[in-house]
């Protein structure tokens, strides 16, 4: 039983690169979110979709995109990444009603 | 944005100790809540629901005050295993759902 899945787990990018966190769960669950945490942050959620075709600004969109691809796949870009999004980023689902929310594994993103 | 505070800690508590946390919440219309449980930047994990009549798993109680609009984490007979952040949840209506706190960290000694 896969849950939710993430990839890449490590990354390192340079500044101005460009690319795509991947994200899918299998649990049939209507809403995912992306967020970051750094240190003494907390979870900041960047951006979230209630449900196939919607998708939502969250506490820091700045420097994101995202497409919810279709029920099971909520992807994360960074245009042209900057070391300030030097962070963890985990994916996180929810099914219908408010219940539990699963969690990726996360993506260690380090751009230099 | 609707505000989830926590005392971010650290608690330093030995074993076999009893140990409660807190955690407020500013929408008083919030529907559910969690308390998580998060080892060293890996990803979050569920610990327990909040229900309204207080719950109650193992070692661990959790407690909601929609008056106060706080819920609480007790956990009893302290084990090193404990040690670790725990972040609380609160699930508001469409909008900023799952909205969390900033983590409470706990390490328990020997």
């Known amino acids: 039983n896969a849950g939710v899945t993430q990839t890449p787990k490590f990354q390192v990018l340079k500044t101005g690169q460009s690319m795509t966190l991947q994200c899918a769960q299998d649990?049939?669950?209507?809403?995912m979110y992306w967020y970051r945490q750094d240190p003494g942050m907390g979870l900041r959620l960047i951006y979230y979709?209630?449900?196939?075709?919607?998708?939502d600004k969250g506490e820091v969109p700045n420097g994101y995109n995202v497409s919810r691809l279709n029920k099971r796949e909520f992807s994360l870009r960074l245009e042209s990444a900057a070391p300030s999004q030097t962070s963890v980023y985990f994916c996180?689902?929810?099914?219908?009603?408010?219940?539990?929310?699963?969690f990726g594994q996360g993506t260690r993103l380090t751009v230099v | 944005r609707k505000e989830v505070e926590q005392d971010p800690g650290p608690f330093n508590v030995p074993e076999g100790a009893t140990v409660a946390f807190n955690c407020t919440y500013s929408n008083s219309a919030s529907q559910s809540f969690f308390w998580y449980r998060q080892d060293c930047r890996k990803e979050p994990k569920l610990l327990m629901s909040?229900?309204?009549s207080g719950n109650e798993d193992g070692r661990f109680t959790a407690q909601l005050n929609r008056a106060s609009q706080y819920i609480s984490l007790l956990i009893r007979d302290s084990k090193l295993s404990d040690s670790a952040t725990y972040l609380c949840v609160v699930n508001e209506d469409s909008g900023y759902a799952l909205n969390f706190g900033k983590g409470t960290s706990l390490l328990v000694t020997p």
């Open positions: 649990m049939n669950h209507n809403s």
């Open positions: 909040v229900y309204s």
């Open positions: 979709s209630a449900s196939e075709g919607t998708t």
């Open positions: 996180a689902s929810t099914g219908q009603g408010n219940t539990e929310a699963f």
